[in-house]
């Protein structure tokens, strides 16, 4: 009796056009059942102990912590670094049908919050390739997938678009107002009711997205004399021809394939693919040459240790301290570090970086003369730049190291607002990036901002007030937008860490530093093959590694030593500040170093 008289109701409204608040309906969603969910590997008896398994890590992060095997490894929980934070302290969302508190939406929040548009709003410091490379560092670590919506058009007017995956993005609260698709994170088989997320692939910084997290992913990426699978010559990724691909469509390049799914996403993210697997090769054939007694799986093994050292020491001594995060100085391996990654982190504090993207990608030639703009929308699952010989992963890259990135705040360039991975023959299609972060949040049950304002300022949560929170975390206009859109104690985590006052360099706030550096210190710490810890009886290897800039790698395939390029390539380049210099100038590593004499023959 009660769902007829809901179905009228509801028919009445849909005449009417009332404004009918979806989250008064008493209508219950089953969420449980219908979705798959993902299974943790079994942990093995023992961990392998012979010479090969103590210098290079395995491929799915199993046994990299000897007594706790899972700890990073693939298909393993996203920890918490607070309590869920679920209507029903489960598994179900605020503003789901049901849910006892009413939020502003996700597409509510950014449409008041947050300006979308394509204004140059340049960062002093920082360069157009920094947030590619925090991107391409974060599909090293992080991976929470999703199935895809049941219901790809919804419409919202009823509780039969929230079954199963389905949450959909609501334009407001009220009936008939429409909403955009949205998938939940697929969540992990527990024996708890609780809702947690998977993370799909390694946590280690182990260069998973170049060469896999799956033992038959590399297999399948590895070529017979240990280096990595190429096309065209050697110069680009081998071709991934799934049909159902975006970049597979016509008149898009066609699609690549690499360690991670992601590798298609737009110009930038290939060309660091591209870039990477490049060097692999001219390493492997270096190695080959000097160590010919040397089979194919020590070349890519040792080839692969050299890639991810050289990758890991330019997350820490490049990368990290360019966004203002300094980790002091690494000691030694602790195996009581959980290198495992916090969901605060992959579904909040590491998306800063999207606050940080121009409207367009700058392409330029050797003397970083202007030869193109291409906006955002066109590089989407598109690789006909990168495969173009008049542009290719030279003129991106170089593009994106000659220009600044933008400033983290409120700005968001409109084509990642309005048109994210959205084909730009669509003109119908919404992906709004701020509202998926905001939705992917909640979807994950993630306390509110205010909760680890409290942890980072060592004030409890019973005491804290709107005033307090207004004097020191938010601009005072910040605040009046916020006051106008929910309190102050329930704003979502990633729309407090955008918003709040920045510090030091003025690149992120407080709350998302502390986040941000929790997390790469354990992710060192707790890695039993970080590049300092398995190489430290090798010293002159070690220091070797430690020279090598990112501005190298890029320089080793350019081809050209006299082409100029700032020593640090993620940082500004300006006449007075980190000037580009020749190629030449950059210390090499020193690949002597790997010579190993032949076995002696058989007596």
């Not at 389905?166 to 969540?187: Q, V």
């Not at 870039?275 to 080959?288: G, Q, T, Y």
């Not at 905001?438 to 949560?461: C, E, F």
Request: proline residues 5%; hydrophobic residues 35%; contains cysteine.
């Amino acid at each position: 009796m009660a769902y007829l008289v809901f179905n009228l109701v509801l028919i009445l409204c849909n005449l009417y056009q009332a404004n009918t608040n979806i989250f008064d309906q008493d209508n219950t969603v089953f969420m449980n059942g219908c979705e798959e969910c993902v299974t943790s590997p079994t942990a093995p008896s023992t961990c392998p102990d012979d010479a090969a398994s103590l210098r290079y890590r395995s491929i799915d992060g199993i046994c990299n912590n000897i007594e706790n095997p899972l700890y990073g490894a693939i298909n393993t929980p996203l920890i918490r670094l607070a309590p869920c934070n679920y209507y029903d302290n489960v598994s179900q969302p605020f503003n789901m049908p049901n849910s006892y508190k009413v939020l502003p939406t996700a597409q509510e929040i950014t449409k008041y919050l947050f300006s979308m548009n394509n204004m140059d709003n340049g960062n002093e410091t920082l360069s157009g390739l920094n947030p590619y490379f925090g991107q391409f560092l974060d599909h090293d670590i992080t991976l929470s997938e999703h199935p895809p919506p049941i219901n790809a058009q919804p419409t919202c007017n009823s509780t039969d678009d929230f079954q199963c995956s389905d949450f959909p993005i609501l334009n407001s609260t009220t009936m008939n107002d429409g909403c955009h698709e949205f998938a939940r994170s697929k969540p992990m088989c527990t024996p708890t009711d609780v809702r947690e997320q998977a993370n799909s692939i390694t946590a280690f910084i182990d260069c998973s997205m170049i060469y896999g997290s799956k033992v038959e992913d590399t297999n399948m990426l590895r070529a017979a004399d240990g280096k990595l699978k190429m096309s065209v010559d050697g110069m680009f990724l081998p071709e991934n021809e799934d049909p159902l691909d975006l970049c597979n469509h016509e008149g898009r390049g066609g699609c690549f394939l690499a360690g991670d799914i992601r590798v298609n996403e737009h110009i930038a993210l290939t060309s660091f693919h591209t870039l990477f697997a490049r060097e692999h090769n001219r390493i492997a054939e270096v190695l080959k040459i000097k160590n010919a007694q040397w089979g194919n799986d020590k070349i890519f093994n040792e080839t692969k240790l050299i890639i991810t050292s050289i990758f890991q020491n330019i997350v820490y001594k490049e990368y990290l301290p360019s966004i203002n995060v300094n980790c002091k100085n690494f000691v030694e391996y602790n195996e009581a570090a959980n290198p495992s990654i916090a969901t605060e982190f992959s579904t909040a504090a590491f998306r800063f970086g999207h606050s940080q993207i121009k409207s367009h990608f700058p392409l330029v030639d050797k003397d970083y003369m202007i030869k193109d703009r291409v906006p955002l929308r066109q590089a989407f699952f598109n690789t006909t730049i990168v495969r173009d010989m008049d542009y290719g992963v030279n003129s991106v890259l170089l593009g994106l190291i000659n220009e600044s990135s933008e400033k983290i705040d409120d700005e968001f360039a409109e084509d990642i607002a309005q048109h994210l991975f959205v084909p730009e023959t669509d003109h119908t299609g919404f992906k709004n990036l701020a509202a998926l972060n905001i939705q992917r949040g909640r979807d994950h049950g993630l306390p509110s901002y205010a909760k680890y304002w409290s942890h980072v300022t060592n004030t409890s949560m019973n005491r804290i007030t709107n005033r307090m929170m207004r004097s020191s975390t938010f601009d005072e206009g910040v605040c009046d937008k916020l006051d106008t859109m929910y309190k102050l104690s329930e704003v979502d985590l990633f729309v407090g860490g955008i918003l709040e006052k920045k510090t030091g360099k003025g690149v992120l706030g407080k709350t998302f530093r502390k986040i941000i550096k929790d997390q790469f210190v354990k992710l060192r710490d707790g890695d039993r093959f970080y590049y300092e810890n398995v190489l430290k009886h090798e010293q002159e290897k070690l220091d070797s590694i430690k020279n090598v800039k990112l501005a190298r790698i890029i320089c080793n395939n350019l081809e050209d030593e006299n082409i100029l390029i700032p020593k640090y390539v993620l940082k500004r380049s300006t006449r007075t500040n980190n000037q580009k210099k020749k190629c030449e100038r950059l210390p090499k590593l020193d690949l002597y170093l790997w010579n190993e004499p032949p076995p002696p023959p058989p007596s």
